[in-house]
């Protein structure tokens, strides 16, 4: 069965204080692996897709990487805007569904 | 563009009563999810539609909950006989059809069951 794992399970930054949100997987033929932005009261804002072991993407203050088990979700000097739930999902080949983590809640003081 | 649209954003009902859910999806998008978010879980697949065919419904937690879709527009998600384990928020999304992996989530539409 497909699991994702994310930690921790909330963080607490200072503006500028850099930091990574982990996500560990297990699934069987990764298809792609999701990072969304959730702010309180709305839907999961999608942020990057992942396809293979080495690929990174970057938006902004944000860079998602991926190996073989994990992503990491690296968050450079953050802004109190940046506060939010991170949730990853992974998608096995053949699926269309995502599973998803429970998410981090990052909260960046001014 | 516009982007995925719920209705309602929120409801509350009795135990017991039937609710309907409706969904939006992004003009074009030809697959379209339903996922269920309760408080301190992650999001859990409910189903997928292709087109007006669901492929997918492995994540319908029992025969109290139902979805259709119109074409490659509209979808409804009915639950019956409402239980207060029902509460949560529930959430759509629309992906295009030559590139499913991507999912646009629509904003919920969070139900209570009292």
């Known amino acids: 069965e497909d699991q994702v794992t994310q930690s921790p399970e909330a963080l607490r930054l200072q503006e500028g204080e850099s930091s990574s949100l982990n996500c560990s997987y297990t699934?069987?033929?990764?298809?792609?692996l999701f990072w969304y932005r959730q702010d309180p009261g709305k839907g999961p804002e999608f942020l990057f897709t992942?396809?293979?072991a080495g690929e990174e993407k970057e938006k902004e203050r944000l860079k998602a990487t991926l190996t073989k088990k994990e992503s990491f979700l690296h968050i450079t000097a953050p802004k109190p805007e940046d506060s939010a739930t991170y949730l990853c999902?992974?998608?096995?080949?053949?699926?269309?569904?995502?599973?998803f983590g429970k998410g981090t809640k990052l909260t960046v003081n001014p | 563009g516009a982007g995925v649209s719920q209705s309602p954003s929120n409801k509350v009902t009795e135990k017991g009563k039937d609710v309907e859910l409706r969904c939006d999806p992004i003009?074009?998008?030809?697959?379209l999810y339903w996922y269920r978010q309760r408080l301190g879980q992650g999001l859990e697949f409910l189903i997928y539609?292709?087109?007006?065919?669901?492929?997918?419904k492995s994540g319908l937690p029992s025969d109290r909950f139902s979805a259709e879709r119109t074409g490659e527009s509209v979808s409804t998600l009915t639950i019956q006989r409402t239980q207060q384990e029902d509460s949560a928020v529930y959430l759509c999304?629309?992906?295009?059809?030559?590139?499913?992996?991507?999912?646009?989530f629509g904003p919920g539409t969070r139900l209570t069951v009292l």
């Open positions: 699934v069987s033929g990764l298809r792609g």
């Open positions: 003009s074009g998008h030809t697959a």
């Open positions: 999304a629309s992906s295009h059809g030559t590139r499913q992996g991507t999912q646009y």
């Open positions: 999902a992974v998608q096995q080949g053949g699926s269309e569904k995502l599973v």
């Open positions: 539609f292709q087109g007006n065919s669901a492929p997918d």
């Open positions: 992942l396809y293979s």
